[in-house]
């Protein structure tokens, strides 16, 4: 028998692995949680595979018939076993689930209903994609008998909550969790539940739930046990008397704060296999997006830790306060290790919400700000003397050692013999640093003191958020800084005019949508004319009435004189309407020359500017008649559902429908989206400030609304331009020989507008285009007279308008209206 204190002592030298197999949750609940370059990965791969998988079922390729026809031959006997095996990922998601409830890890057992979720609605898209209806939920889940469903839902449903939970638990757990999950997918298809396509389409449904799951809400993947820490120290000679997590985590690593056997603070830094996939995404990243992306890290997690600690010995060596490097290895469990002795506080705290307020707290009073500037830029110099860019020069990457002096650490990121952009970026880091902790007229005057003129014109270029760190991106807009104005005042300094930027992205978001969203326009028009017969529109052309043709193009600018009046309700003081009208035309033409909402507010702001209007009542009145134009449109859309003929076809009395099945999808699709909002902080507050400012702000415009002539102005400007607007398009029907009734062409109209609203195109060309076609050609027009109409309205509504809007435009600035 051993004595207490006997057991005492032997406690701490059981392997991880012997502890982990006494328990089934790796972590406690309250461990940090990150969001892993791994989960990233995952997610695209399974989707991509998704839409291989996809394109594949139909027909089933040769190998998943094979496979189902050796399963067939095996005995009947087996069929009992086969079907225990099916049952093992339901009954493994259950006890996992309980196991989470009764261990109150509550946060595992929500991100594995919530993974459930997402994997059902993603199982019934892929379902209704591939096989052209919805499935039957209850029955297929409970079904492990033939037809072969695709994909496996008994595979994605519970699978999804077992690869949630694989991050959290005992690595004997977790891989029991893929063995069960490899088993039922053998048994489902030797029971011809499903092929496998089907089990395939099945796990990776299973896994893009779970990987979209952790993005929201993060999991400890990837972090290994203190215990596992301490063992790999101890098995490379380390003697720690304390150990804990680390305040900071970076991205790809888990941080290790711990104190040596004599009394020294130590960083620990472990690279596992999520240091990998950050590797990989950041070369990616920087590949693809810069232009100057820089020599790549290798991606091994060993030579990602030899990378770093060259680089931290070599700074070290050139007289740079750094770390200490310790000792660098691999642990039995292939994770890599850098031990680092701390020599110093970092400037920064680890924990921080960044805010105006927060730095302004860590502002130095004059002198001591110019001095440690004068101190960073010193220390810049040295390290670009000795050819080494450090890449992320920030509070966060500061240091003042034990003398006192300014030091770097963390040069994970750092490069030998750096390219000029690299250079010039950590220069630009630096003046940025400098300016968010001494503000901008000091950290002008330390730029200016010490950097020649030539130096600062060649760092001009460069500064712009793409050169920053991630924290520097989010302290600038915290502090509502704005880059172009420092640039223009550094330049002013050196009595230079602001250079051109150099163009470090290859291309950025906004480009790639500018071209998307064209593309998707053509698209949505080609597929409206499927089946087009040019002869048969020529014919249409040839037997059209033009005198009506020619009265449409008339009405259609018409509906600038009602959107006119409806502005003029909205506006807080008397306007005449001449200028109104003017001012619509004139945004016609913004519409189509500059098609971005800001040019319109624009234009809306300087004209109620000059009319005498504070800019934000002239926001609130753009606002209010944008908002009124909805609130007829909703109006009327429902009056048409609820009492005309126009029906969406929804049939709520049958729960088969395809129509009830996808306002069920839509339903469950907000409800994981509110879910992910709700646990996500920073989500949250977005969403609940967004909503509350809105509604601030609808409410004080809505308060000025007491004149039932302004009411009626409003509210009748923007009913009678959707009549006129539906007249113009009931008139060129006409022409081409098909009366169709107002309020069915009201119908369409409305329906097609509020689908260009949500789709981002500009001037919803395509969307539109294609939304009138199917309309008309739904409502019994054939589909090359309801294109030569839907060519012609456009013409009247969209095209021609901005030519008298030029004009228009000129005369308000002639006149001073804009």
């Known amino acids: 028998m051993l004595s207490a204190d006997e057991t005492t002592t032997l406690t701490p030298t059981l392997t991880p692995a012997l502890r982990r197999g006494l328990r089934l949750f790796a ?10 370059a791994t989960d990233v990965i995952l997610l695209g791969l399974s989707c991509l595979c998704l839409l291989t998988v996809a394109l594949l079922a139909d027909p089933d390729p040769g190998i998943s018939n094979a496979l189902s026809d050796f399963f067939a031959a095996l005995p009947h006997t087996l069929e009992g076993a086969w079907q225990a095996m099916a049952d093992l990922p339901m009954v493994w998601a259950v006890v996992v689930l309980v196991g989470a409830l009764i261990r109150h890890r509550r946060s595992i057992a929500r991100d594995m209903v919530l993974s459930v979720v997402v994997g059902v609605a993603a199982w019934l898209l892929l379902a209704r994609t591939v096989g052209g209806g919805w499935p039957e939920c209850c029955e297929v889940l409970a079904r492990t ?3 072969p469903h695709f994909p496996a839902a008994r595979l994605a449903v519970p699978g999804s909550a077992i690869i949630t939970a694989s991050p959290h638990l005992v690595r004997p757990a977790r891989r029991l969790g893929h063995w069960v999950l490899l088993l039922g997918s053998i048994a489902t298809i030797a029971l011809a539940s499903s092929t496998l396509i089907g089990v395939l389409a099945g796990i990776l449904c299973a896994a893009a739930a779970a990987s979209a799951v952790h993005l929201a809400v993060g999991s400890s993947a990837g972090r290994p046990s203190l215990d596992d820490v301490r063992f790999g120290l101890g098995q490379m000679g380390v003697v720690t008397t304390e150990l804990g997590i680390a305040a900071r985590q970076p991205a790809g690593q888990f941080a290790v704060a711990a104190t040596g056997e004599d009394g020294d603070e130590l960083l620990v830094k472990v690279y596992g296999r999520d240091a990998y996939d950050a590797a990989l995404l950041s070369t990616v990243q920087r590949t693809i997006w810069l232009r100057r992306a820089g020599s790549p890290v290798g991606f091994g997690r ?3 830790v030899e990378h770093e600690a060259f680089l931290t010995l070599l700074a070290g060596q050139a007289g740079v306060p750094t770390d200490q490097v310790v000792i660098a290895g691999l642990t039995p469990s292939d994770d890599a290790l850098l031990v680092l002795r701390r020599t110093g506080t970092l400037v920064a705290p680890a924990k921080r919400e960044i805010t105006s307020e927060t730095a302004r707290v860590e502002r130095f009073s004059g002198a001591d700000a110019l001095a440690r500037m004068r101190e960073l830029w010193e220390l810049v110099e040295q390290l670009h003397s000795n050819a080494i860019a450090h890449g992320q020069i920030d509070e966060a990457h500061l240091i003042v050692d034990h003398d006192g002096r300014l030091g770097l650490v963390d040069f994970r990121g750092a490069s030998v013999a750096p390219t000029d952009a690299q250079l010039r970026s950590d220069e630009v880091q630096a003046f940025v640093a400098t300016l968010i902790v001494a503000g901008r007229d000091l950290a002008i005057a330390a730029l200016v003191s010490n950097r020649s003129n030539e130096r600062i014109a060649a760092l001009l270029p460069y500064l712009q958020p793409v050169a ?10 915290a502090l509502d800084i704005d880059l172009d104005d420092v640039r223009s005042d550094v330049a002013a300094a050196i009595n230079l005019e602001a250079p051109r930027l150099v163009q470090l992205r290859r291309f950025s978001i906004g480009s790639v949508i500018r071209i998307a969203l064209p593309l998707l326009a053509v698209f949505v028009l080609i597929s409206a004319l499927a089946g087009f017969d040019l002869d048969e529109f020529v014919e249409s052309l040839q037997d059209a009435i033009w005198w009506l043709v020619l009265l449409g193009l008339i009405v259609a600018q018409l509906p600038r004189i009602a959107q006119a009046v409806s502005t003029l ?13 003017a001012l619509q035309l004139a945004i016609s033409y913004v519409n189509l020359a500059i098609p971005t909402a800001a040019a319109r507010i624009a234009v809306n702001i300087r004209f109620f500017q000059r009319q005498g209007v504070p800019p934000g009542a002239a926001v609130a009145t753009g606002a209010l008649d944008g908002v009124s134009g909805f609130i007829v449109q909703a109006i009327l859309l429902v009056s048409f559902l609820l009492f005309g003929e126009m029906s969406l076809d929804i049939d709520f009395s049958d729960p088969s429908s395809d129509a009830l099945r996808l306002v069920v999808i839509i339903l469950v699709g907000v409800a994981v989206a509110a879910a992910v909002i709700a646990v996500i902080p920073r989500l949250r507050n977005f969403a609940v400030g967004w909503i509350l400012r809105l509604a601030h ?32 398009l009931g008139i060129l029907v006409l022409a081409f020989g098909y009366p169709i009734p107002l309020q069915e062409l009201l119908f369409i109209n409305i329906c097609v507008s509020l689908l260009a609203g949500l789709i981002p195109v500009p001037g919803g060309i395509g969307v539109t285009e294609g939304g009138l076609i199917f309309g008309l050609t739904a409502a019994g027009m054939p589909q090359e007279a309801a294109f030569a109409a839907v060519t012609f309205y456009r013409l009247a509504t969209f095209y021609l308008p901005p030519i008298w809007g030029f004009f228009s435009l000129r005369w308000l600035e002639r006149n001073r209206y804009l």
């Open 697 to 728: 702000e609808a409410f004080g415009v809505l308060r000025g609304l007491h004149s039932p002539r302004r009411l009626a102005m409003l509210f009748g400007g923007n009913l009678v331009a959707e009549l006129l607007f539906a007249s113009t």
């Open 468 to 477: 920053l760190t991630g924290d520097q991106r989010r302290m600038i807009n």
């Open 302 to 304: 060993l030579r990602q």
């Open 27 to 36: 972590q406690t609940d309250d461990q940090p949680r990150a969001r892993r």
């Open 145 to 147: 008998s033939p037809p």
């Open 569 to 581: 309700g909205a506006a807080p003081i008397p306007l005449p309407l001449g200028p109104v009208y």
